[in-house]
């Protein structure tokens, strides 16, 4: 028998049980610390748009509501800004890693006790938030951390990691099930599906690529233009992996030489766009038919000049895709992509193949984990730090608080 806290639980029993809000936490990691009484947490409340965050000492632990629900006390969380922001006062946070501490059913993936890390694209739902000291997540989407991974370091993974594999897996069709650590095929999941369950905003982008005339396969050219954010980063890696070239538009002079290090095929520097747009064109010969932007439209208008946007003979189009903002004039030999987010939440078998995948890359190495930069000080210290991010003077890593 093993006492936790002012009840006795057997050791028999797999999951926590919840009374009165009072957690009861299985030990299988002798490091971690049981939860006593904790009925309120602590939250950076978001109040009016553009203040400043406000902590606050009395917010309520948030409560699983379904039965794939589980509950993560978050350790560290990665900082990002430009929010949605549904209503107010709100959480934010989007990216969080840290430990379960309870289970809504015995069928979970993870388990109490388990370090996980935690996309949180469901940004609708406030329990979801990273911003506190306990967010809800559901168990096809958190990615268990191997023991030889840090918490802080995977904290930094998640949303930029769904958004590059949406992207390259769903909207422009590529197929991960051929790589050296072998991943989904997305667009033959998506197909799968039943229509009506999947978002209407997101529907048609699902489907764009589901032709196999227009996806995206081993051996093809692809740039990237903000090679050197994370989502570019993680971008590049997975598209390595699967066998593809990559060009990468970056500041070469602060970030070719890890580019370079992660297989990058072409290296062209961001300060000159266009001798950049020149240099793609050349080492193409014109025929690039796949370019993905992270940086906003006007950049993404310089990829789009890139592409031979002439329709093959089999019918076959060129294919941009925009993370923030795509041209306004359109042309008709180009097929325009946006990230289908919403579809990593909304559908748990997309959900737990990405998350299953992650697992595996992290687990073999075979996904090298971004740069971070530690900040230590709690929920309180977050509002300096996103003045550090806001000034830029830490480009190509992440910035990383320790909520502990």
Known sequence: MTTISTYTVSAEEKYPTVYHREFLVEQRDPTYTAIQSVP????????????????VTDHAIPAISKNDEILVKVHPSYLSYNFGIPSLPWINGRDLAGVVVQVNDENSRVRVGDRVLVPSTDYRDIRKAAFQQYAVATHFNAARIPSGSGLHASASLGVAFVASVLALGVSLGLDFTRTRCPGPNLQDTVGGLDVDGIPPDIR?????????????????????WG????????????????????????????HGSRLHHLGADVLVDRQD?????????????????????????????LLERTLDDSVYEDGSHAHLLGLTGLPKERKAGIVYHTVPIKLFHTSPVVGEQMVSWLEGLLETGALQLPEIVRHEGGLGSINDSLEVLRKGSVSGKRIVVDLE
């Open 204 to 224: 048609g982008e699902c489907f764009a690529s589901s032709d196999e005339r227009e996806r995206l396969k081993q051996g093809d050219w692809i740039a990237i």
């Open 40 to 55: 309120t947490q602590s939250a950076l409340l978001l109040k009016g748009v553009g203040e400043q965050y406000t902590l």
């Open 273 to 301: 766009t266009e001798r950049a747009v020149d240099i793609i064109w050349g080492v193409t010969g014109g025929k690039l038919r796949y370019a993905v932007d992270i940086v906003g439209a006007e950049t993404a208008g």
């Open 227 to 254: 090679a050197s954010t994370t989502t570019g980063y993680i971008t590049l890696q997975l598209a390595k992996l699967a066998g593809l070239h990559v060009i990468c538009v970056a500041d070469i002079a602060r």
